[in-house]
Nanobody, 121 residues
Framework: QVQLVESGGGLVQPGGSLRLSCVASGTFFSINDMAWHRQAPGKRRELVARITKSGSTKYADSVKGRFTISRDNAENTMYLQMNSLSPEDTAVYYC???????????????WGPGTQVTVSS
C-alpha cells in the first residue's frame, strides 16, 4: 500500500507564490511518473504538470512559465512551485503517482487527498 500526502496549500493574494509538496510513503519499490492535477469548483479535474522519474516535465498551457514541477527521488517527494498566482488558479490540488508495488512490482496509480489553494485579495 502507498500513501501520497500533499501539503503547502493555503490562501494567497493574486501575484503571490506557493510551494506544494507531495510525499509518498508505504511499501513500494519506486515511484515512476508523478503529476499534479487540480479541480476547481464546478469543473473537471485537469492535469497541471507531470514529471517522469528521470526529471522530464510537461505543463498545461495555462501554467507554463509560472509553475515549476520538481522531485527528489531519494526523499520520494514531489514539489510544485507556483508563482504569479491568479484567482483562476484557485482549486484543490491533487498529487498522483505511479507506484511500483512490492513484492510483485505491479504498477498502480495512487492519489493524495488534495490540498486547497485559494487565490484571492
Amino acid at each position: 500500500q502507498v500513501q501520497l500526502v500533499e501539503s503547502g496549500g493555503g490562501l494567497v493574494q493574486p501575484g503571490g507564490s506557493l510551494r506544494l509538496s507531495c510525499v509518498a510513503s508505504g511499501t513500494f519499490f519506486s515511484i515512476n511518473d508523478m503529476a499534479w492535477h487540480r479541480q476547481a469548483p464546478g469543473k473537471r479535474r485537469e492535469l497541471v504538470a507531470r514529471i517522469t522519474k528521470s526529471g522530464s516535465t510537461k505543463y498545461a498551457d495555462s501554467v507554463k512559465g509560472r509553475f515549476t514541477i520538481s522531485r527528489d527521488n531519494a526523499e520520494n517527494t514531489m514539489y510544485l512551485q507556483m508563482n504569479s498566482l491568479s484567482p483562476e488558479d484557485t482549486a484543490v490540488y491533487y498529487c498522483k503517482g505511479e507506484a511500483v508495488e512490492l513484492p510483485l512490482r505491479t504498477l498502480r496509480d495512487y492519489w493524495g487527498p488534495g490540498t486547497q489553494v485559494t487565490v484571492s485579495s
